[in-house]
């Protein structure tokens, strides 16, 4: 028989969301029935996070008997490992990586990538009626220039008034900048000085619109936020519900795609890449002709008295409690986690 390989980060910084996706794969293979397909679990951890997966890819891709690859979590990973993937014919399933420039033969991609999250941006801002913004990104080559690009495209596409220019400096005066907008969407990680960042936007015009991408979207954000300015925030995430549901998906995915082929690898990888209007555990989806999801983006919490709740694009409803903080991209974390499952490890795991 047949089996799958499952790359994904089990320590260091990103262990805990590597963890979390692991526990939807888990579940998944638990329903599994009568037997669950043999899996091989590689931590693509460490130091040098990219070589890391790319051994693992070499790994799967030298296995005659492998029918798929689950992984890998980060962009810079699957953009090295999906080549490899690619020239081995194997199937890869990515349940959670959105950068809008991954490809690959092989590639299935479970999550919108950056460019559905700035035209998601752009889309509530003129449902709301804004038509004048402001775009401010860091300094990010891999994340926060490119993806304020993409903003500033998905707005002027729209019709919408925009400028856009680097974070400010802690000496620079940025109420100049803020001209006639009426709302600032930043691009970027959350460093340490973000609060004060949407403190002070807040205070030169109470009315203004704040709004984050994806790598803002931090809980301890939302806690250091007056009510006044968390009111006027919102912050867009592209999952769906927590990430062990991609996860789970992704297994799932693969086990009634091995299911339907057997140990036909080649028929593995037509039926993943050919999926259409899939029910899933995170919503319905097709696989486009690129490998990617065709499901939108998953939606906005809106920071409301220092909390999170999810908002439709048709409406604004769901702000939790005051006292729950709920940050959709990374929700359920549990302290430390081991698989109850018996895989086989092709090398030590060492979980934070």
Not at 13 to 18: E, F, H, L, R, V
Not at 326 to 352: D, K, N
Request: charged fraction near 20%.
């Amino acid at each position: 028989m047949g089996r799958v390989y499952i790359s994904l980060p089990l320590a260091h910084a990103s262990g805990k969301g590597g963890r979390e996706v692991l526990r939807g794969v888990e579940l998944a293979l638990e329903g599994a029935a009568p037997e669950p397909v043999p899996v091989t679990l590689v931590d693509s951890s460490g130091p040098d996070r990219e070589a890391q997966a790319t051994k693992n890819a070499r790994l799967a891709a030298a296995d005659k008997g492998a029918l798929a690859y689950l992984g890998d979590c980060h962009s810079s990973q699957v953009e090295e490992t999906a080549p490899i993937l690619a020239e081995a014919g194997l199937a890869q399933v990515a349940p959670v990586a959105t950068r809008s420039d991954l490809g690959g033969t092989t590639l299935v991609r479970l999550m919108p990538h950056d460019g559905v999250g700035a035209a998601a941006i752009a889309s509530w801002l003129e449902t709301v009626g804004v038509g004048d913004i402001l775009i401010v990104h860091d300094h990010d080559p891999g994340y926060g220039i490119p993806v304020g690009e993409m903003c500033v495209h998905a707005a002027r596409e729209r019709g919408l008034a925009v400028r856009a220019r680097p974070v400010w400096n802690h000496d620079e005066d940025f109420e100049g900048d803020l001209d006639t907008a009426e709302a600032v969407v930043y691009v970027g990680v959350a460093g340490s000085g973000a609060a004060q960042l949407w403190r002070d936007l807040h205070a030169a015009n109470p009315r203004l619109w704040l709004l984050g991408s994806e790598g803002v979207a931090q809980d301890w954000l939302a806690h250091e936020l007056e009510p006044s300015a968390a009111a006027r925030t919102r912050f867009f995430v592209a999952p769906r519900g927590p990430i062990a549901l991609y996860g789970f998906e992704a297994m799932a995915l693969i086990l009634d795609a091995v299911a339907a082929n057997g140990d036909d690898r080649a028929g593995v990888l037509h039926t993943l890449r050919t999926t259409r209007d899939r029910a899933s555990i995170i919503g319905r989806y097709s696989i486009d002709e690129t490998g990617h999801t065709t499901a939108a983006y998953g939606g906005w919490p809106s920071c409301t008295a220092s909390s999170f709740g999810i908002s439709t694009h048709s409406s604004l409803r769901g702000a939790r409690s005051e006292q729950a903080v709920l940050c959709p991209s990374s929700p359920c974390r549990p302290p430390r986690y081991r698989p109850s499952f018996s895989p086989s490890f092709a090398g030590p795991t060492r979980l934070s």
